[in-house]
């Protein structure tokens, strides 16, 4: 019964993902992924989510697909697309790190963003949320990527201001700049 039900829900997303509307056109920053990357992507759901944060991961995944967002899973659930790897030079816990960034949720709204002249933004890495801890060590300086979080790895069930409620599942284009040692 379970491969009847995987098989049903990926023809569906595969169907859906095939029809949409706004798929006629890829950007340039999110091009149209081709049929085994569509289908290695809709194969990361889990067609029975025992918690919330594997309801969140398909909740992300979701996303991923409507946007044409080839992402990698880890084994934390984090889910990242790498669009640009960078160099050599890789960011380490410890490490302080100059990026542009945006968050978001899933509804599009923006919650924090670097500074719209482009100015990059100083953090150290080992005070940021455990996605972005995580996910930076996977590209280098001038690396680009695309980072979808399940709240665990992100605020959990606090709530962050006015627009991140409790156990929110997390967006962010993140630009590493440089890694400061």
């Known amino acids: 019964m379970k491969y009847t039900t995987s ?8 169907l859906c993902s095939c029809n ?9 920053e999110h091009p149209e992924m081709d049929e085994t990357e569509l289908t290695r992507v809709t194969m990361l759901i889990d067609p029975a989510p025992e ?11 979701q996303y991923a697909l409507d946007h044409n967002l080839p992402v990698h899973k880890t084994e934390s659930g984090l889910l990242y697309w ?3 790897p960078g ?12 990026v542009r960034y945006k968050g978001n949720l899933l509804d599009g709204t923006v919650f924090d963003q670097s500074p719209a002249s482009g ?5 150290n890495l080992s005070d940021m949320i455990p996605a972005w801890q995580e996910a930076l060590k996977l590209i280098g300086e001038d690396g680009k990527m695309t980072i979808l979080t399940h709240s665990d790895l992100a605020y959990r069930g606090q709530r962050i201001g006015n627009v991140i409620a409790p156990y929110s599942p ?11 040692r």
């Open 7 to 14: 098989f049903f829900l990926i023809s569906l997303i595969l």
């Open 20 to 28: 949409s509307d706004h798929k006629g056109a890829a950007s340039s």
């Open 51 to 61: 918690t919330y944060q594997e309801d969140q991961v398909n909740r992300l995944l």
């Open 82 to 84: 790498i669009q640009k």
């Open 87 to 98: 160099n050599d030079q890789r960011a380490q816990k410890e490490d302080k790190i100059l």
């Open 119 to 123: 100015e990059p933004v100083e953090f």
């Open 170 to 180: 997390l967006i962010f284009e993140v630009e590493l700049i440089a890694v400061v």
